[in-house]
C-alpha cells in the first residue's frame, strides 16, 4: 500500500473545477512537503505544485499558476489540489508525494501514491 492516497479525480468538462486531495494512514504530512505531479499520456511526469510542511510556502508551474490551489489540512493530514478552469491539457494522472526540501525536484520526493486519473473534455 502506498503511503500516500489520491482521491478527487474524474471526467469533467473544459471551465469545470475538481479538488483532489491526498491522505495518508501511514504518514504525518505535516512532517513533510507534499508536491503533486501530473503525466499526461506519451509525456514525462510534470510537477504542478507544492506546499511547505507548515503550508506558509507554496509553489505552481507556469502552466497552473492563477488557476490551481494547493492546501493542507494538517488537522486532517490531508493536502488538497484545487483546480479551476479546468483545460484540455490538464488531462493527466495527478500524482501526490510527500518529501523534504523537494519543491518541483521529484527526486527529494520518496513517497509517491498511486495517482488519479483527470480527464478535460471539450
Known amino acids: 500500500q502506498a503511503e500516500v492516497v489520491e482521491s478527487g479525480g474524474g471526467l469533467v468538462q473544459v471551465g469545470d473545477s475538481l479538488t483532489l486531495s491526498c491522505a495518508s494512514s501511514?504518514?504525518?504530512?505535516?512532517?513533510?512537503?507534499m508536491g503533486w505531479f501530473r503525466q499526461a499520456p506519451g509525456q514525462d511526469r510534470k510537477f504542478v505544485a507544492y506546499i511547505t510542511g507548515g503550508g506558509r510556502g507554496t509553489s505552481y508551474a507556469d502552466s497552473v499558476k492563477g488557476r490551481f490551489t494547493i492546501s493542507r489540512d494538517n488537522a486532517k493530514n490531508t493536502v488538497y489540489l484545487q483546480m479551476n478552469s479546468l483545460k484540455p491539457e490538464d488531462t493527466a494522472v495527478y500524482y501526490c508525494?510527500?518529501?523534504?526540501?523537494?519543491?518541483?525536484?521529484?527526486?527529494?520526493?520518496?513517497?509517491w501514491g498511486q495517482g488519479t486519473q483527470v480527464t478535460v473534455s471539450l
Open positions: 501511514r504518514l504525518t504530512c505535516s512532517n513533510y512537503d
Open positions: 508525494a510527500a518529501g523534504s526540501g523537494g519543491g518541483s525536484d521529484q527526486r527529494f520526493y520518496a513517497y
